[in-house]
């Protein structure tokens, strides 16, 4: 009975010491605050490929990791549209990722992206990132998940992280505008109040 019971002690010793040692990785892995994001080249909607670099005159951007079976990403869709309308013209345009696996989420997969974008008026890039290897670097868990970045000469530094505002299911009742605020004090030259806020939405499918 002793037996029993160390071995059950010490299994759930190994558990919980899994269990912190996995969120531990989790935590230190993608972007933080300060860090310098590296361009990529993925494909657009419109079968283009698309890099940050190719936004010459953008003063920085609005990254944003979406999808299109996310009752969450569906929920901010008009929203990403507003920010792209509202910001793109004056430096700092939404670029739009699609992380998920289409194999586990074929909902997801370029022909029903491109029926997405064409259905809700897209204005901003759409683009998937093909094989998987954009949103870890990054350190993307959801969707939607927002990255402001801000352009110093051949970089773009991370400025924020989180969530695009403070309620995703109704529009009409939200307090805080994350997102907005954030790239405002960037345009004003001054600092962000809240750089980071978690992201809430659906977990990208692997």
């Given amino acids: ?20 040692t996995t969120k531990t990785n989790i935590e230190s892995q993608g972007y933080k605050i300060g860090d310098d994001a590296t361009d990529f080249e993925l494909e657009n909607i419109d079968g ?12 920085g951007f609005i990254v944003v990791f979406t999808c299109n079976t996310c009752p969450y990403a569906v929920a901010y869709e008009d929203r990403i549209e507003a920010l792209n309308k ?4 004056i430096g700092y345009p939404v670029i739009a990722i699609m992380p998920n696996n289409t194999q586990v989420k074929p909902g997801d997969n370029m022909e029903a992206m491109q029926e997405r974008a064409k259905e809700k008026g897209f204005t901003f890039p759409y683009l998937m990132d093909e094989g ?8 993307a868990t959801k969707t939607p998940h927002v990255y402001i970045l801000e352009k110093y000469d051949e970089k773009n530094i991370v400025k924020y992280i989180g969530a695009i505002d403070d309620n995703f299911q109704d529009e009409s009742a939200v307090k805080i505008k994350y997102v907005e605020n ?7 030259g001054k600092d962000i109040e809240v750089k980071e806020t978690r992201a809430i939405g659906c ?4």
């Fill in 203 to 206: 977990s990208i499918k692997v």
């Fill in 132 to 139: 998987q290897k954009i949103y870890p670097q990054y350190g």
């Fill in 86 to 89: 509202k910001y793109a013209d």
């Fill in 182 to 188: 954030a790239v405002n004090a960037l345009l004003s």
């Fill in 48 to 59: 283009k490929m698309v890099s940050l670099s190719d936004f010459k005159e953008a003063k």
């Fill in 1 to 20: 009975m002793k037996k029993t019971l160390k071995i059950t002690a010490v299994m759930l010793l190994l558990i919980v010491v899994s269990a912190f």
